[in-house]
């Protein structure tokens, strides 16, 4: 699976939008950018995943470059419970195989 | 949507004692679960992958006698730590993939916090 960077941490004060990147230069054509969280001392939970278009559901919108290089998860009003690690993945369509954790970002909403 | 229910969520155990955590798939069928531990301020790190009615496969490091993984029907996997250390307490997560469509979704359970004192 093709590897992901992604800052260490960020803030975001509460209410604002919380914009976290993720670079996944060597992409390939068949592998979909995922994005899970973690909140402290719990289980990740699935955000949103895509291809090539943006994407919107109720938790977040997935802004993907064009050249498929970097994307841009976006929480749009950060709540406090909003705080957690943020980790983007990338995999081939149709694996059902492990998905592989980078460090990931942690995100603290400041009220 | 899909649920994995684990159990329990923390448990202190002695040295020397086993220690069984439960994962089961409550809406769906789960022939493959993915055993996770997670360390202090690190990130999830795959252990295992137990597949319905085979033997597990484990990653290099991972001691097989030590993490008893049994996985005996399609909706409950199971992970035993057998005479267990300071040293193994962390976190553990389970978690299971789900066909949505043409891709998988991956369902976690809620984690066990593992004490050995």
């Known amino acids: 699976d093709a590897k992901t960077t992604q800052p260490t941490s960020m803030d975001c004060a509460e209410g604002r939008a919380a914009n976290l990147p993720c670079n996944h230069s060597?992409?390939?054509?068949?592998?979909?950018v995922y994005w899970y969280r973690q909140i402290h001392s719990q289980g990740p939970q699935y955000i949103i995943h895509?291809?090539?278009n943006n994407e919107t559901n109720e938790m977040a919108s997935l802004i993907i470059t064009e050249d498929r290089k970097s994307s841009t998860l976006i929480l749009p009003h950060a709540t406090l419970r909003d705080t957690a690690v943020y980790y983007c993945i990338v995999r081939p369509g149709g694996s059902q195989g492990n998905l592989i954790f980078g460090k990931g970002t942690k995100l603290s909403v400041k009220p | 949507g899909a649920v994995v229910s684990q159990h329990p969520s923390r448990v202190i155990c002695k040295s020397g004692t086993s220690v069984k955590i439960e994962c089961r798939s409550l809406?769906?069928?789960?022939?493959?679960m993915f055993w996770y531990r997670q360390f202090p301020k690190k990130s999830l790190m795959l252990m295992a992958t137990s597949n319905e009615g085979s033997k597990a496969t484990y990653e290099q490091g991972v001691e097989k006698d030590k993490f008893l993984i049994n996985h005996a029907s399609l909706t409950l996997s199971t992970l035993t730590v057998t005479s267990a250390h300071p040293e193994d307490s962390s976190f553990y997560i389970c978690s299971a993939p789900s066909r949505t469509g043409y891709n998988y979704g991956y369902t976690f359970g809620s984690g066990t916090r593992l004490t050995v004192v």
């Open positions: 809406d769906f069928q789960a022939t493959t």
């Open positions: 895509g291809l090539k």
């Open positions: 060597t992409i390939s054509g068949n592998e979909y």
